[in-house]
């Protein structure tokens, strides 16, 4: 199992900003995936999930209303797109997958939200 994101990056505040990440090694299909974020000191958050198949989606209080999660299952990517970004948004943000009887994770991208 692979997971490797990218698209994390520097945006000013109010800004917008879409996370990937592919995924290699499982039927993409069968599984939900997630996104975390974590910053210093503290325990990662679970972020968003969504569900396949039917694309059910869930969402940190924190972030409902500005954050959609999504898939492409034939891309076998998941996304994460960030609008109206606060500078607490700022985090490494982790893909994650619980595949084949264990726990997976990306390698993470840091998004930094600062004027």
């Known amino acids: 199992v692979q997971l490797v994101e990218s698209g994390g990056g520097l945006v000013q505040p109010g800004g917008s900003l879409t996370l990937s990440c592919a995924a290699s090694g499982f039927t993409f299909s069968n599984y939900g995936m997630r996104w975390y974020r974590q910053t210093p000191g503290k325990e990662r958050e679970l972020v968003a999930s969504?569900?396949?198949?039917?694309?059910?989606?869930n969402y940190a209080d924190s972030v409902k209303g500005r954050f959609i999660i999504s898939r492409d299952n034939a891309k076998n990517t998941v996304y994460l797109q960030m609008n109206r970004l606060k500078p607490e948004d700022t985090a490494v943000y982790y893909c994650?997958?619980?595949?084949?009887?264990?726990?997976?994770w990306g390698q993470g991208t840091q998004v930094t939200v600062s004027s």
């Open positions: 994650n997958a619980r595949v084949l009887g264990g726990v997976w």
């Open positions: 969504i569900i396949s198949p039917g694309g059910s989606t």
